[in-house]
């Protein structure tokens, strides 16, 4: 296997950690199942069999390759059988992949056969998305052009001109993981879809309506991705680390570990849903990978590096971090992608079809046919300076757990994944919010902020959820979220009576005009945390009324800052996928 082979394997092993789930399974399998052994030699020999037939099938000029003759070999791939099981499909990626490598190494003439045995490994690739950013670096551009045609074509061949109710998901892999995604999602029964709509200066993925809903109505309801106390609330243990409950001191379940963060569960049931979801592997010594996956006992050396890793983390998040919940949301998301995936393959292994209710907690598409990967790649995000003490940390935590995980972790996730949790964190309060939430001595420019309609100040909590991220801001705002369970679980509230395809806004700050304070004041003080929060100027209705009504021409505008991932944004730009 060349060197570039294994460059494509292990980035994609670390990429989508469904497959680093496969990886280790896949070589317990290897190491310890002889009728998997036979069948992946079986399988290669297949491979063999379908290079040889190719090469003799090459045409004599390495002339560039004809839409038609794209599109026959399209069609003979599509035809083709895909492999079902999970060890089946990682068989299979891995043996495409090598295939596509030792085609590729042959010559120009070569080109469209090994761009097929890509191609063929992104169809049971669970993030296609992913895999055409990791092919990017490591084939050769002309393949790698040529898979991009073979998408392409895929897609305009499987969407009709009438539109995309009828989407064959089955036949394009790229299909079914992007344009087929907002067709599962937000689920059908939330009431909700996304569309690209015209905000600003640009466009935006935004919620829109898909039937009408009357004042005070709650249009959906749903639990977060990842949630987290403020710092103060988590030391004084008054509420649940998981669900973010007030909890009575003598009711509360605590963790035994020195370096818990003063950890507090109002259940059983919140404290084992952390713990399965990322508790376990961030701050305990449990073994992070699945009774059903069989592996070597820790060593004391092994333990105790563990153990250290995971008190400098927490001592990080307490006390050089103190009111800034991103780096443990981050953690957390991390941790938990690790783990929902790694349940994922054992379920799929062991033909369980059913989730646990700790795994699907968090808003998913209809069907469950997603990644927590594909939903977070979607969403939005602000450029933040990279605080190397955090990153440092927590891949050291990471790779004392289970080396390789680290990965997942380089600087320029980890700086994405910062972002996001910024520009899409709500405010959790309860009945107003609070009055007593530290000061900081932060410049008002690196101050935390939460999508919080009573300003972040008065929150508890900080939360991020797959559906909410979607919600764009206004000043006058069509829906409010609202904590009325008492738990992060956030209901999303009409403002005023609402008709299907109307677009769905909430407040990111606190809009409302204080007593003493004039509409200027009001207005420049929204704006301003807005554009230090979120990196916009508000082009709300009411901004630009006021604007007007106050004489204000025109004004120094900031352009949106916000950005999506590389890989949204060439998929965007390709035959409009997105």
């Not at 993925?205 to 639990?223: D, M, S």
């Not at 919140?270 to 449990?286: I, P, R, V």
């Not at 890793?309 to 998301?333: D, I, K, R, S, T």
């Not at 979120?534 to 204000?552: L, N």
Request: proline share 5%.
């Amino acid at each position: 296997m060349s060197s570039r082979t294994t460059s494509v394997l292990t980035i994609a092993g670390i990429a989508v950690l469904s497959i680093a789930a496969y990886a280790v399974y896949f070589d317990y399998k290897r190491r310890n199942d002889v009728e998997f052994r036979k069948k992946l030699k079986k399988e290669k020999k297949r491979v063999d069999k379908s290079i040889a037939s190719s090469k003799a099938s090459l045409p004599s000029s390495p002339d560039a390759v004809g839409v038609d003759e794209l599109r026959e070999a399209l069609e003979q791939v599509k035809a083709e059988q895909v492999p079902i099981s999970p060890e089946q499909k990682e068989a299979y990626f891995m043996t495409q992949v090598a295939s596509g490598e030792q085609l590729s190494l042959q010559g120009p003439m070569f080109s469209l056969p090994a761009a097929l045995a890509f191609y063929r490994a992104l169809r049971v690739y669970p993030s296609p998305v992913e895999l055409m950013v990791i092919y990017q670096k490591t084939v050769p551009e002309p393949i790698f052009k040529l898979v991009i045609e073979l998408t392409n074509l895929d897609v305009s061949m499987s969407v009709p001109k009438s539109g995309m109710d009828d989407l064959d998901e089955e036949t394009s892999p790229v299909k079914g993981r992007v344009e087929g995604y907002y067709l599962k999602f937000p689920p059908k029964s939330f009431g909700v879809k996304v569309e690209t709509r015209q905000v600003g200066d640009g466009t935006k993925k935004t919620l829109v309506l898909t039937k009408g809903v009357k004042t005070g109505e709650a249009i959906y309801k749903e639990f977060p991705i990842v949630a987290a106390l403020d710092s103060d609330i988590q030391e004084a243990g008054t509420h649940c680390s998981q669900c973010l409950r007030s909890v009575e001191p003598s009711m509360s379940i605590r963790e035994s570990e020195s370096h818990a963060l003063n950890t507090v569960y109002c259940s059983a049931a919140c404290q084992s849903a952390a713990k399965s979801q990322y508790y376990g592997l961030l701050f305990t010594l449990e073994r992070p990978l699945p009774q059903e996956i069989p592996s070597e006992p820790s060593t004391a050396e092994q333990l105790n590096e563990r153990h250290k890793a995971q008190a400098q983390f927490a001592n990080y998040l307490e006390n050089e971090m103190p009111g800034h919940a991103a780096p443990l949301l981050v953690a957390q998301f991390i941790a938990r992608q690790v783990n929902a995936e790694m349940s994922k393959l054992i379920s799929q292994t062991l033909s369980k079809t059913t989730m646990t209710a700790d795994q699907a907690d968090f808003t998913d598409a209809d069907g469950g046919d997603y990644l927590l990967a594909d939903h977070f790649e979607r969403l939005r995000y602000v450029d933040v300076d990279l605080p190397e003490d955090g990153l440092k940390l927590l891949t050291a935590v990471l790779d004392s757990a289970m080396p390789g995980l680290d990965a997942l972790a380089t600087e320029e996730r980890y700086a994405t994944l910062l972002g996001k949790m910024l520009y899409n964190a709500y405010g959790v309060y309860y009945d107003g919010g609070r009055d007593d939430r530290p000061v900081t001595n932060n410049r008002p420019e690196d101050i935390e902020r939460t999508r919080t309609p009573v300003g972040t100040s008065h929150q508890i909590g900080s939360a991020v959820y797959t559906v909410s991220s979607y919600l764009t801001h206004s000043c006058e705002p069509t829906a409010r979220p609202s904590f009325d369970s008492g738990t992060s679980q956030l209901h999303l509230i009409a403002t005023r009576d609402l008709e299907a395809g109307e677009e769905l806004t909430v407040a990111y700050v606190d809009v409302t005009q204080h007593e003493g304070e004039s509409v200027v004041d009001c207005r420049r003080r929204r704006r301003m945390e807005l554009a230090r929060g979120w990196k916009f100027a508000c082009p709300c209705e009411r901004c630009e009324r006021e604007g007007q009504e106050m004489g204000v021409i025109s004004e120094d505008k900031i352009k949106d800052q916000s950005k999506v991932e590389k890989s949204m944004e060439r998929f965007e730009a390709n035959e409009g996928l997105l």
